[in-house]
């Protein structure tokens, strides 16, 4: 169900150095919502530009009516966002795109970077929540140039998920990529013949070595493509991907309605 809904904001707080968390009270959203979907935000002191700006989900709460998002400090349009304050008003769209599959097969692996964190969050709330027999614990794998980019690492902990980090200066956890821990719990889950499914979200790099993994394990991946979504709903072709289709043609997906989540082995990479 897609709603627009005039949101008022709940919270408005730090997430970590540059990076802001923004509660929003949308029921109808909220009620909508799956992990790994995004919403619209109409922000505040730019309306001469007609276009919204896509966000991640990082938690909704059909209870509570409540939708929150987490971003980053990085250009115009946020710089404006993080001037809005509690109480203000905002035009807020969702839920948009496709998201992750709720169910799973083994130990679920979450890999995130940076502030592709925030779906994974909402995932394991709901994982975490909904737990189905055959669907382990999830467990999150997070990586980021210093300690500063490992976000909401005490979030994940409080729903009960092991985390499990990398910085690329040593700061915090193994001193190198995120894949560096992620490849030895794959290296323990072959050993034990034991089952698994991946999920991720960050830079593409990061992407398409969680999907390479998967495919070369014969285990289910499970892609959040991050692309400029300008409209939200396929208008404007802003957001393609190339995806191979069962026939084994490859076509253009666009990310913001037939996306932003996409199985690791319908993914067609650039180069």
């Not at 809005?84 to 969702?94: I, S």
């Not at 990398?166 to 072959?190: I, W, Y």
């Not at 013949?193 to 499970?222: H, I, N, S, Y």
């Amino acid at each position: 169900m897609l709603a627009d809904e005039a949101a008022k904001v709940v919270r408005h707080s730090a997430a970590g150095p540059g990076y802001r968390f923004l509660v929003l009270c949308a029921p109808r959203i909220a009620a909508a919502l799956v992990p790994g979907q995004f919403v619209h935000v109409k922000v505040p002191g730019l309306e001469a530009s007609a276009l919204r700006r896509p966000f991640s989900v990082f938690d909704a709460d059909a209870e509570s009516g409540e939708v929150t998002v987490m971003y980053k400090i990085v250009g115009r349009g946020t710089e404006a966002l993080a001037r809005v304050a509690e109480g203000d008003e905002v035009r807020v769209m969702g839920a948009l795109g496709r998201g992750f599959p709720l169910t799973c097969k083994g130990a679920p692996l979450l890999v995130g970077g940076g502030y592709g964190v925030a779906p994974l969050h909402f995932l394991a709330k709901r994982m975490v929540r909904d737990a189905r027999e055959g669907c382990g614990r999830p467990v999150l794998f997070v990586g980021g140039r210093t300690k500063d980019d490992l976000l909401a690492v005490d979030r994940f902990e409080a729903l009960g998920v092991e985390v499990r980090t990398a910085t690329n200066d040593g700061s915090a956890g193994v001193k190198g990529f995120v894949t560096a821990p992620l490849d030895e719990t794959l290296a323990e889950l072959r050993q034990s013949g034991e089952r698994f499914e991946l999920f991720t979200c960050g830079p593409d790099g990061l992407l398409k070595a969680v999907a390479d993994r998967a495919l070369a394990a014969g285990m289910p991946g499970w892609i959040s493509m991050d692309r400029h979504m300008v409209c939200g709903v396929g208008a404007c072709f802003a957001c393609i991907q190339k995806i191979r289709m069962p026939n084994g043609d490859v076509s253009n997906a666009r990310c913001c309605v037939n996306g932003p989540v996409f199985a690791a082995a319908d993914i067609v990479w650039d180069g």
